[in-house]
Nanobody
Framework: QLVESGGGLVQAGGSLRLSCAASGRTLRSYAMGWFRQAPGKEREFVATISRSGGSTVYADSVKGRFTISRDNAKNTVYLQMNSLKPEDTAVFYC???????????????WGQGTLVTVSS
């Protein structure tokens, strides 16, 4: 089971750090991804990280502002979000899969999501 936390309301230009913790599953065995879904829109890729944490890939829309990281000892993955914009408002989901990727179908396990709201 994956559980996201850290969402909330923040002003534009602010920062949030999302966490994704696992229970009953060892995250070091999986590549991890963050996705988001804004109201009325499809779920979209945000970032992904390899099992070791040595490789990361970002969507162009968040590159330079968001950082994905992981602490396998704590069985947790993070998404540091800086310089937030109103268009970042969405439910953010973490996901675990066998390979890094930007397609949601490549991830077998998903959290329930955490809402991030960025006010202008």
């Amino acid at each position: 089971q994956l559980v996201e936390s850290g969402g909330g309301l923040v002003q534009a230009g602010g920062s949030l750090r999302l966490s994704c913790a696992a229970s009953g599953r060892t995250l070091r065995s999986y590549a991890m991804g963050w996705f988001r879904q804004a109201p009325g829109k499809e779920r979209e890729f945000v970032a992904t990280i390899s099992r070791s944490g040595g490789s990361t890939v970002y969507a162009d829309s968040v590159k330079g502002r968001f950082t994905i990281s992981r602490d396998n000892a704590k069985n947790t993955v993070y998404l540091q979000m800086n310089s937030l914009k109103p268009e970042d408002t969405a439910v953010f989901y973490c996901a675990a899969g066998s390979l890094m990727g930007w397609e949601s179908k490549g991830y077998a396990y998903w959290g329930q999501g955490t809402l991030v709201t960025v006010s202008s």
